[in-house]
């Protein structure tokens, strides 16, 4: 079946640190993959996708994500992190294809930022 | 200022009372969806909808229904709420060229 699997529930850092929050997928074929992040009582932003091509995808907000088909993960990743980055973090799968517009989350990391 | 709105933002109701929760997009998007987030399970998809008349079930669909008349509306009916389904539920929609989903603010449900 298809999944998408965030290992840790929580994740606590120092303002300034560098961030690594885990993400795996099992999918048949190459998934569309996408980070998201939601605020306390926000809907969720689209951080970075991915479809093709370069495994290392650019976003928002200083954010970068590397797909590893070898590793079934595509981890997202931030140099810095700022006390405005603590939010809860949501990855997230597509088949593509014919089964482009059925969306799989998995259950979300919430980061929290040490000042 | 392009948004997808949901209405209402809070509901409480009780279980068997039929109601429905709207939502709408001003983007001309293509593509619209229903989610549920419980904590620890994330969001779980409902129901999708391609475009207009064409819509598909997610991974929970049971005890939900949904109608695509009209581009922007995407209306999530719960004909007969029972308590199981006291969640808070996102809209979202996105252009199906670019895959970028645009979510609504949500709507915190309780089913007493």
């Known amino acids: 079946a298809q999944s998408v699997t965030q290992p840790d529930i929580h994740i606590t850092v120092s303002e300034g640190a560098s961030l690594e929050l885990r993400c795996n997928y099992s999918?048949?074929?190459?998934?569309?993959l996408f980070w998201y992040v939601q605020s306390p009582g926000q809907g969720l932003q689209l951080l970075l996708k991915y479809f093709s091509g370069d495994t290392l995808v650019q976003g928002i907000k200083g954010f970068e994500a590397e797909f590893k088909r070898s590793q079934s993960s595509f981890n997202l990743r931030k140099p810095s992190v700022h006390w405005s980055d603590a939010a809860e973090y949501f990855c997230a799968g597509s088949a593509g294809g014919t089964s482009y517009g059925k969306l799989t989350f998995g259950q979300g990391t919430i980061l929290t930022v040490h000042p | 200022e392009a948004q997808v709105t949901q209405n209402p933002r809070y509901l409480i109701t009780v279980t068997g009372k039929k109601l429905t929760v709207t939502c709408s997009q001003n983007?001309?998007?293509?593509?619209m969806s229903w989610y549920r987030q419980d904590p620890g399970l994330g969001l779980r998809q409902i129901y999708y909808?391609?475009?207009?008349?064409?819509?598909d079930k997610g991974d929970v669909p049971e005890g939900y229904k949904v109608s695509r008349k009209e581009k922007r509306n995407f209306p999530l009916i719960l004909e007969s709420p029972s308590p199981n389904q006291t969640s808070l539920y996102f809209c979202?929609?996105?252009?199906?060229?670019?895959?970028?989903?645009?979510f609504g603010a949500g709507t915190r449900l309780s089913v007493l």
């Open positions: 999918y048949g074929a190459t998934p569309y």
């Open positions: 909808s391609m475009n207009v008349e064409v819509t």
């Open positions: 979202a929609s996105s252009k199906i060229a670019k895959n970028i989903q645009y």
């Open positions: 983007m001309n998007h293509e593509y």
